[in-house]
């Protein structure tokens, strides 16, 4: 379903604008609950929600269900600064985009990962097995 990325948006773009359930619930004239209904993926906001999360977030609709990108331009950045190069651009382009969007909404694992271009190559190999595994693994559950 597209709307899958829609609960983590909603939570992203509430916390960057540092609202409580309850705040964005006020501005919305609705109650906490069902932004936490909203945020868990237990319910689907309306139309009309989704317009006036848009307004309310200052973002596209599209970005906020998860169909577009704000990376986009980060990524036409990215390749103009480093001449990235790959034989399917609009693959990697997307997966790029899709990495970074992620990676901004999940500011731990960009630490994490930070921190991991400090270790020697080999642990570096050696935890690249891991989350290979622990994903694997994850997939089976």
Not at 10 to 33: D, V
Not at 54 to 70: A, E, H, R
């Given at each position: 379903?597209?709307?899958?990325?829609?609960?983590?948006?909603?939570?992203?773009?509430?916390?960057?604008?540092?609202?409580?359930?309850?705040?964005?619930a006020n501005e919305?004239?609705?109650?906490?609950?069902?932004?936490?209904?909203?945020?868990?993926?237990?319910?689907?906001?309306?139309?009309?929600?989704?317009?006036?999360?848009?307004?309310?977030?200052?973002?596209?609709?599209?970005?906020?269900?998860?169909?577009?990108?704000?990376?986009?331009?980060?990524?036409?950045?990215?390749?103009?600064?480093?001449?990235?190069?790959?034989?399917?651009?609009?693959?990697?382009?997307?997966?790029?985009?899709?990495?970074?969007?992620?990676?901004?909404?999940?500011?731990?694992?960009?630490?994490?990962?930070?921190?991991?271009?400090?270790?020697?190559?080999?642990?570096?190999?050696?935890?690249?097995?891991?989350?290979?595994?622990?994903?694997?693994?994850?997939?089976?559950?």
């Amino acid at each position: 379903m597209i709307l899958n990325q829609l609960p983590a948006n909603i939570k992203y773009y509430r916390n960057r604008n540092n609202w409580t359930q309850q705040q964005l619930a006020n501005e919305l004239n609705i109650s906490r609950s069902v932004i936490a209904k909203w945020e868990n993926g237990d319910v689907t906001p309306d139309l009309h929600a989704v317009v006036k999360l848009s307004i309310l977030f200052n973002q596209p609709i599209d970005y906020l269900i998860g169909i577009g990108s704000k990376t986009a331009h980060q990524l036409s950045e990215f390749q103009q600064l480093y001449q990235a190069k790959a034989e399917e651009p609009d693959v990697y382009n997307n997966e790029l985009a899709e990495i970074l969007d992620y990676l901004t909404k999940h500011p731990m694992l960009k630490e994490q990962i930070q921190e991991m271009q400090h270790i020697p190559i080999k642990k570096q190999k050696a935890i690249h097995r891991m989350l290979k595994s622990i994903i694997a693994e994850s997939k089976r559950l």
